[in-house]
């Protein structure tokens, strides 16, 4: 085995994440002349096994196990571990979302192999292949290089890849075994904290309107909104907001919030500070209004408006309800 790719499941779905995963190794196989193929365990793995494999890969692992119908820690780590050893992979590739942030690194600490994570694309230099990521908040951009036999496990920033490039197919599914002994799993956890009431997964959005420092203050949410009822959009925040408690965490878009891709990013009194910009410039359409004509963010944007948002923003939802 070449390539192999943990899909993780959302709502009874391959996660959105998983699939840019899949995306990114279809392009590193290409490549690297190397095959892709997905594994797939956990709840909702029958169905799950039949989505991928309408992936262009060259197979779907599909391993199914009572300790595996909820989430744990213990059991996901062991699982990949399990197949790793037995399929020998050179790479193994993931979405690094906040699932796959709590068991990933188990599964390098217990395979005793490099793990890199928050990867936003790839270099094939000769016989080397280089892992990019940023540091320090998105200020720098490094390439890593590994030196031992592989496997190498590498997680995906989300948006690192575009769900566009995602090559469609027809795969066979192959039923793969592991020995997991309950009494070795310590930990059992509730659901994820995204799929509770009052969370958000702005991940997967179609449409998002987010608001920075330029709101003024908490009153003037309600205006928001209407304004992302009208749109039909999710609302997310630049880090003050939230830190102003204004909006919970999972509304934050950036390098400590959540990563989007949405067709329309609508920015709204959004600075463009490098800590929010990491997180939203992968977004089809991005749109920024602000009184600040040398606003960061206009060098992103797609579309600027210079003005004030609490003058825009009525005028604009009201416009959008009479259409």
Not at 98 to 104: A, G, P, S
């Amino acid at each position: 085995m070449d390539i192999l790719v943990i899909l993780e499941g959302a709502n009874g779905a391959i996660h959105r994440i998983s699939k840019e995963a899949v995306a990114a190794a279809q392009a590193l196989g290409k490549d690297l002349n190397q095959k892709v193929s997905v594994l797939v365990f956990g709840k909702n793995s029958d169905n799950l096994s039949k989505e991928a494999a309408s992936f262009k890969v060259d197979e779907v692992l599909l391993v199914e196990d009572d300790n595996l119908k909820s989430y744990s820690a213990d059991a996901y780590a062991e699982t990949v571990k399990q197949i790793v050893e037995k399929e020998s992979p050179k790479f193994v590739l993931t979405g690094y979302s906040y699932l796959v942030r709590d068991f990933f690194p188990k599964v390098s600490a217990r395979l005793q192999k490099p793990l890199i994570t928050d990867v936003t694309g790839y270099k094939v230099e000769g016989s080397k292949t280089l892992f990019t990521k940023q540091v320090l908040h998105g200020k720098l951009t490094v390439d890593i290089e590994t030196k031992v036999d592989g496997p190498v496990l590498v997680g995906f920033q989300s948006a690192a890849y575009s769900l566009d490039n995602l090559e469609k197919g027809s795969a066979k599914i192959r039923t793969a075994e592991v020995t997991l002994d309950s009494a070795q799993l310590k930990t059992t956890s509730e659901e994820p904290f995204q799929e509770e009431s009052g969370g958000v997964d702005l991940t997967s959005a179609d449409k998002i309107v987010s608001i920075g420092r330029g709101i003024g203050k908490e009153e003037n949410i309600p205006m928001i909104n209407d304004l992302a009822a009208a749109l039909k959009a999710e609302i997310g925040a630049s880090r003050p907001i939230v830190d102003s408690g204004w909006l919970p965490n999972s509304h934050q878009v950036g390098s400590s919030g959540q990563s989007v891709t949405p067709n329309l990013y609508l920015a709204l009194g959004i600075s463009g500070a490098i800590q929010h910009v990491v997180g939203m410039k992968g977004s089809k359409n991005i749109v920024a209004i602000n009184r600040d004509p040398d606003a960061p963010i206009f060098e992103v944007a797609d579309y600027g408006v210079v003005g004030d948002i609490l003058e825009i923003v009525p005028k604009l939802t009201e416009a959008l309800k009479n259409q």
